[in-house]
């Protein structure tokens, strides 16, 4: 499993002191100025302690947990953007499967933002322990970023930690954007019956499992249908539980599934005074957001790096993107502004919000760029296209591997299918095979292909496994 090593450095720890004051120390990000080894973004008061403090724990929590493979150590520090009006705390769980967000909002907030821009935030176990005290009546302001920065000389950090980054945990959040960007909502869940569903739940871990709206509620389904909602490891949504006697409704997006239909993620978003708290769960416990496959169509045309540089030259940590206005401003047909977004979201630069309906800016501060190129499903359909083994006769391609062919079939309504394993076993829902790949790029006259984000992972894998040579027994 390729990973990297990331040095989060803070000048000090970050602290809840006795007046009140939550001081987040930030490490090396992006502003609007550029990189910044220790940005500013807030300084003000928070409306609401109490809930705050218990949802940003339930980020911090999320970051340092593996809901599949528990015994293995996770330790990530939650990612801040401020958008001006808002301030985003992301997470990922270390086996890739859940993505936190908590989003608090301009009504939330009584203070300044200083700068737009991207940081990891130190969220230690003395400040995780501080947060659990807060109560509804304390005063809590919020510090994002070292005060006095720019009149002091720091000699190095005080704090300083080397955290492996697996590719694959880079590639979750490209991976969650591109799964639900297109999700609509299921559900709607009053605070009472959603603190009553929640709780109602299992604890332990289970299979996939599939509900349906029923009155004020949710309901378990015996199978999957029209206006199901599939939650596999329900256990996953723990850290919703403590903000339920906050909460105002639950809202669960999803897919539009049809009878038999294959397990799919899904989105739950808790409302709370002034912010929102996002959970999106992976399709299975055993199954993380990096091998979704998702973003590969979108990343294999020609045109799509350069559409990308000519969309990321207008974002400045927007908390709206609109694909509409944007290809106004640019002059590309809507599709592919869609897809530039895409390649952006590759490198952590765009994040999806279920409750705007609208794409965000953020620059992940990690090196994102590195786990962007590693895609070997993208690589396998590129060297087939380099040793000119596609032919097109008619609606079927032939694409020779080897010492064998496989056969891509173009249906009436423009979808490929193909004879290998691969799309055999997932029928597209793991994003296309490298012959699909290879065999798209050439119909529509390509002949290489963009790096992006690699969707080849089929299930959690703890050993040092060749990509390549996996993609290529495919």
Known sequence: MTSTAQIYGYVRPSSLAPSGLLDLQTSGGTTTAGPAAHPRFFSGFLGEAEPAAAALL???????????????AALRDPVVTCNGDRLRFESFSGCCGVYARLDVLDEGMDGLALDRGTTNVDVNNDLRLALTRVRGGDPLKLEVGPEGLEATTFDGTVVERKVPLPARWLRGFAEVQAVTSGYDLRAELAAADAARFLRGLPTAPRGVQWLVPAGRTLRLAASPGPGA????????????LPLLRFGGKLRVYGPNVARGAHPAASVWQLDLPGMR??????PEITRGFSGEGAVLSALAGDDV??????????LAFDARIEPDVLAEQTGLPVARVRAALTQLGTAGRVGYDHADAAYFHRELPYDAERAAKQNPRLRAARDLLDAGAVRWDGDIATVKVEDHAQRVRLAGDGALSCTCLWYAKYQGGRGPCKHILAADAYRRGERGLTDGADADSDSYSYSDVNDDAAVSAR
């Open 58 to 72: 339930g980020v911090a929590n999320v970051a340092q947990a593996r809901y599949w493979r528990p015994n293995l």
């Open 229 to 240: 909602i599939c939650v596999a490891g329900p256990q996953r949504l723990k850290e919703l």
């Open 277 to 282: 708290l996002v959970l999106t769960l992976s």
């Open 305 to 314: 790096i350069d559409d990308a540089e000519a969309v990321a030259a207008l």
